[in-house]
């Protein structure tokens, strides 16, 4: 009964008031939902399952924890943060576009974080701003995030040299992004506005593009160093199915 709550709530409620609603759901899910078939390592609590993620018929099965909201990608990220960089320990100068509800409360609270979050619509942002034209000088960060942004905006050439611009030589990028593994070349085209075009097209009803195998080179025209990271070949197999990690998806962990 919850699974299907969960699934008609992700098809039918405008996604802020997903987010308003998802608050008190963080707070009792944890409790009715403990067990230890997976573990979200973010705040290493067991649940007997997650929450299924997606839109129309896309869904994924035990993809959402219910104590952090994060998503397979999400937890991917912190793993790989945790034990292949010193970004929960060492002093940083932090910008975080669009920041992921799992980590924004989380890295607020980080006091060896000086963070600094953006965005175009969101009320919670530090900062308002387009970033395909970031108002900030040049070599100003340690770590820039920008997750599931570049797929959004008109134009990604432009985005990826900006937050190339404002990164310090020698600081960390992540940018991760919806890509097909199986797509040798990105497709995008910014005129498509019809939703199930896009949709059928890039992946999801607002999305101006589906970023394939060359993604790594759009990020390195940008300025970028590029590094593949495959982190599933650090953990073993239960380990992998017990974080519910995404299967395929490779790390582009960039340097400038």
Known sequence: MITKAIKFALNTIPRPWLIRLSYPVQWAAPIFLKGDKFIDPIDGRGYR???PYGYGDSQRENALSPGTNSLERHRLLWLYLKSETDFLTAPKKVMHIAPEQCFYGRFKKMKNLDYTTADLFSPLADMK???QDIPLENDVYDVVFCNHVLEHVDDA????????????PGGLAIMQVPQDPDLEKTIEDPSITDPEERHRLFGQYDHVRLFGQDYPQW???????????????????EEFNKYALPKRELLYVCTK
Request: net charge negative; aromatic share 14%.
């Open 157 to 168: 050439n432009k985005a990826m040299s900006e937050l190339c611009r404002i990164l310090k």
């Open 129 to 131: 701003f387009d970033v």
């Open 219 to 237: 990020l390195e025209k940008a300025g970028f160093e590029v590094e593949a990271i495959d982190y599933s070949e650090k953990l073993s197999a």
């Open 49 to 51: 399952k997650f929450f």
